[in-house]
């Protein structure tokens, strides 16, 4: 019963910053972004627990993207600094309910049960 929408995205250049916002309906444990190029298959980027104290990064994203949540407002972030061309896609809010059992849960698309309508970004050079 978990409703996601994003919001956030955007058309920039090559190096600006984007922030996405995912706010849920209700309480979740674990929460994630995806993306999907036209194309290609949906693909991780960023992950993050309940408490915030623990976060994955697809390596492709490291150094440049922040995942964080505000659990009073039951929201998550997505910073996007210095953005490349290869960053454009639509970008998934994802949430579910379940403790990962491990850091590779995070990464699989299939264990997250909630899922937004999605926000593009697309970055030109």
């Known amino acids: 019963q978990v409703q996601l929408v994003e919001s956030g995205g955007g058309l920039v250049q090559a190096g600006d910053s984007l922030r996405l916002s995912c706010t849920a309906s209700?309480?979740?444990?674990?929460m994630g972004w995806f993306r999907q190029a036209p194309g290609k298959e949906r693909e991780f980027v960023a992950a993050?627990?309940?408490?915030?104290?623990?976060?994955y990064y697809a390596d492709s994203v490291k150094g440049r993207f922040t995942i964080s949540r505000d659990n009073a407002k039951n929201t998550v972030y997505l910073q996007m600094n210095n953005l490349k061309p290869e960053d454009t896609a639509v970008y998934y809010c994802?949430?579910?309910?379940?403790?990962?059992?491990?850091?590779?849960?995070?990464?699989?698309?299939?264990?997250?049960?909630?899922w937004g309508q999605g926000t593009q970004v697309t970055v030109s050079s």
């Open positions: 209700g309480r979740t444990f674990t």
């Open positions: 993050i627990n309940w408490s915030g104290g623990n976060t």
């Open positions: 994802a949430a579910d309910r379940q403790v990962a059992y491990s850091s590779m849960w995070y990464q699989v698309a299939g264990n997250y049960d909630y």
